[in-house]
């Protein structure tokens, strides 16, 4: 009954980020997918540069951003005034961050058309503060 622990240890950490954080299963499906394609697109760019890839490195960046996110997200679902607003506000933060540091990963890794985009967007931005 009770022979394979790491899925009851993983149901008893699963049901404790769903409970402290409030998050729905498609919310914390898409947090962690977007953490992985950070860690990814980091491990992608360390081989094409040719540096060697830390597992105690990687495992330490990944535990610690992870445990950072779900405090923040539990302190995003326990305000109880600014509930679902502050909520979309963490959650939105959270993609930028880490959109930002995909982006940061692949260009690191020599991708030219990434930094045609970046290109593009710094130019908007440029743009937008000789307006003002």
């Known amino acids: 009954m ?11 950490v699963g049901g404790w980020i769903f409970y402290f954080t409030g998050l729905s299963v498609v919310q ?4 962690l997918l977007i953490i ?5 697109t980091r491990v992608w760019a360390e081989l094409r540069n040719n540096r060697s890839i830390l ?7 990944f535990f610690g951003k992870f ?9 995003a679902q ?3 005034y600014l509930q679902d607003l502050f909520q979309y506000a963490i959650l939105g933060g959270f993609s930028l961050v880490e959109f930002r540091s995909i982006y940061e990963n692949l260009k690191d890794a020599g991708q030219k058309h990434i930094t045609l985009i970046g290109d593009r967007i710094e130019q ?5 503060n000789s307006q003002n």
């Open 78 to 80: 326990h305000s109880f």
């Open 124 to 128: 908007e931005l440029n743009k937008g």
């Open 55 to 61: 597992s105690r490195k990687l495992f330490s960046g």
């Open 28 to 31: 914390l499906q898409s947090i």
């Open 2 to 12: 009770f022979s394979d622990y790491t899925f009851y240890v993983g149901g008893i």
């Open 36 to 40: 992985f394609l950070d860690v990814a």
């Open 67 to 75: 445990t950072s996110y779900m405090v923040l997200f539990t302190l």
